[in-house]
Nanobody, 127 residues
Framework: QVELVESGGGLVQTGGSLTLSCIVS????????MGWFRQAPGKERTGVSCIHAYGGVIDYLDSVKGRFTISRDNAKNTVYLHLNTLNVEDTAMYYC????????????????????WGRGTQVTVSS
């Protein structure tokens, strides 16, 4: 059974940091793009950041540039999202996404090409 399992979420104070992990099982990983998306209560899901199979990165949200960093470890079939200088607007459920190909969705269509989703990990930032 295909699995994308996120972990690392939690409750953190403003200015704090977290590292999210997503372990992928029973899917091709090394030659596929991987992304992180988030959905805040009452809002639509939005792309956060994505890493192409070759390692290039797209940050979909201007608000996370310089604060969030996506990385991948192909030996561990794992993609990470390092979250720094968190603020209350970052509170959301964070989802890992596996793409059918080696390239991420564009900034205008970040979900284009996603074939599998994780169940999410909650990040809550308190003031």
């Amino acid at each position: 059974q295909v699995e994308l399992v996120e972990s690392g979420g939690g409750l953190v104070q403003t200015g704090g940091s977290l590292t999210l992990s997503c372990i992928v099982s029973r899917l091709t990983f090394e030659t596929r793009a991987m992304g992180w998306f988030r959905q805040a209560p009452g809002k639509e899901r939005t792309g956060v950041s994505c890493i192409h199979a070759y390692g290039g990165v797209i940050d979909y949200l201007d608000s996370v540039k310089g604060r969030f960093t996506i990385s991948r470890d192909n030996a561990k079939n794992t993609v990470y999202l390092h979250l720094n200088t968190l603020n209350v607007e970052d509170t959301a459920m964070y989802y890992c996404a596996h793409f059918a190909g080696g390239f991420c969705g564009s900034r205008s269509s970040p979900e284009r090409g996603v074939d599998y989703w994780g169940r999410g990990t909650q990040v809550t930032v308190s003031s």
